[in-house]
């Protein structure tokens, strides 16, 4: 007992810390994204000059560019269903840019610096050119600024409005913004005066022009400078680019975890995983995936904390970051696929190594499913529901879109086959004799606010190989040699005393839900019913559930509040000669977790969370188990 009160110590500064952070982000006011930089004490002081120096005439009063946004709108969710991960070419933007602290001198924070550079172009805001002054909403006929500013428009050309036909000319601007409008004046002014066009040019605009430019003369050469250095690192960016058709996405979860038991108990362990995914594109359409993994997060053994305890295996606990292809931080590619186009609205998947279900068939799992990364649930089992976990390997499947109008919403029906060891020529592998599972699903999407799933999955195992293990043998790899999700008889009915390991036919049935009640508030839920045949011995079943319900964007754009709870895979019948009928007696063991993820920058998310198990390797003789981690993410 003793042990545990110092590990709960050991616990509480990090846990205290994230409550810290959390109550703080949530008292803070939100900042917009869209909302402009603010400017410097000095920078204020200069946007009165403007106001002032802006009031001769009215080419001073109308040249104004509003500021533009450089962080990009997070994407509205338009579907509860979650698009599979092949077509996840990038993550998602989830924090709002904070403001630039005032103060004397200007303030650049790194990180800021860095978000700023990875979203670049990605702006729902950027600036185009307008060509009449009719295409600009917020502007009337009435306004005082309409005649200069159609003036401008169309002799000149020099106003910029925003994509959704807004001016925002109400807004203040820095001395810089100034400058920029007033330059793109200057260069349309000098192209009309080359072009033999002068007599469109106004003497007294002129006039003001030269005194505005003699006003702003540092500011332009400052602009001008700072143009000459981008040209010059994007010239050197093009001259030694890795590749113009390849993106590199990546992940790194770095994660504290220790679990607590009255009879069994592990030690504090800090855990990584690393994966490096090359996504390149033929078409614009296509994206073939080269996933490079390394890690050495082992899972959980749960060695008995006391000697007269008995040891057991589970693989309950199982988190996203332990999946992984080997324990050594060795690097593996784990994952080369290819999703694409094939005719109208349907699409095809390849996978060579390392292909899942979960990669072309939604799940239906908003918010906690990340396909086994650091940005959604902690475990296997509150990411997706375990039907999609029987088998992988390599293969193939194809998505028939339909629907679309009306309350049925873009729909698909699936079909997949995956083999474990498809590489190996032996008699009892290959893609066609080895361990396989073969995937039928329909799936709709009612409303832009309901989705259910109905999902077949028939697969055949060797013997001593799982159910739900994503596919045996993976690369040959520690992680394929085990379960990722449920316990130990649920995978393996045959290891239960006197029944014999056999070969498994099993054929799996499951639905999957998830409704968005608000913006703010995502319920999903699950349940699957696997029939096991034991080649020449008998039958078996298998039941898992689970639901949960997630608030993103609490206290925070890009947070997410999780709770999920329900069963894992467990064996709930075995009818075996000799054995007994189907009423296995073995107890239900209870699965609750909750988690926060607390999005620290746009790459960068840190997340405190618990798992309980209740009566694990379902039996209610061993005491439960409580897991907790503190998780970071990085993603770039």
Partial sequence: MSKVLWKSLLFSPAILGAALVVSSSAIAAPTSKTAPVQASAVGTQKQQDVVVATTATNLEQT???????????????????????????????????????????????????????????????SIAQVTSVSQLSDVQPTDWAFQALQSLVERYGCIAGYPDGTYRGNRAMTRYEFAAGLNACLDRVNELIAAATADLVRRED??????????????????????????????????????????????????????????????????????????????????????????????????PLNPE?????????????????????????????????????????????????????????PYFEDYDGGRGALSTFAQENPIY????????????????????????????????????????????????????????????????????????????????????????????NGPVVGTTFANNPGLVPGVGVTPLVTNSYGLSAAFRLTDGISISAFGTYTDVILLGTGGAEVW???AGIAFPDLGKEGNLLGIFAGVEPTLRGLDVPGIGGNDFSNDNGYHIEGFYKYQLTDNISITPGVIWLTSPGQNEDNSDIVIGTLRTTFNF
């Fill in 206 to 303: 002129l006039a003001t022009l030269q005194r505005l430019q003699e006003e702003f003369a540092a500011e332009l050469a400052t602009l001008r400078g700072r143009v000459d250095s981008v040209e010059a690192v994007t010239a050197e960016l093009e001259a030694n680019q890795f590749s113009t058709t390849t993106k590199l996405v990546g992940e790194v979860i770095a994660a504290v975890t220790d679990n607590f038991g009255d009879d069994v108990e592990d030690n504090t362990v800090f855990q990584n995983r690393v994966r490096l995914d090359f996504q390149t594109s033929f078409g614009g359409s296509d994206v073939l995936h080269t996933r490079l993994s390394a890690g050495n997060a082992i899972p959980f053994s749960y060695n």
């Fill in 389 to 480: 976990r029987i088998g992988g390997g390599a293969g193939a499947a194809v998505n028939l879109a339909f629907g679309g109008g009306g309350i049925l919403r873009p729909s698909s029906l699936t079909l997949g086959y995956l083999a474990d060891n498809a590489n190996n020529p032996g008699q009892d592998f290959g893609l066609g004799n080895g361990d396989y599972a073969a995937l039928a699903q329909l799936n709709f999407n009612l409303g832009d606010r309901f989705g259910i799933g109905a999902t077949y999955v028939h697969g055949y195992h060797n013997a001593g190989d799982g159910i739900f293990d994503l596919g045996g043998s993976l690369n040959g790899s520690n992680q394929a």
């Fill in 63 to 125: 040249v104004a560019v509003t500021p533009t946004t450089e962080i990009g709108q997070k994407e509205n969710i338009n579907s509860v269903v979650v698009t599979p991960k092949e077509l996840a070419v990038e993550p998602a933007l989830t924090i709002a840019q904070a403001a630039t602290t005032p103060s004397a001198e200007t303030s650049v924070d790194t990180l800021e610096q860095l978000n700023r550079y990875s979203n670049e172009g990605k702006s729902a805001d």
């Fill in 309 to 365: 305890a008995t040891a057991f295996e589970t693989f309950e606990g199982t988190q996203t970051f332990n999946v992984t292809p080997d324990f050594g931080n060795d690097i593996f590619v784990d994952w080369v696929a290819y999703d694409f186009p094939l005719f109208g609205s349907a699409r095809g998947y390849i996978a060579a190594t390392g292909g899942i279900h979960s990669d072309y068939a939604a799940t239906n799992n």
């Fill in 544 to 546: 898992s559930y689970g």
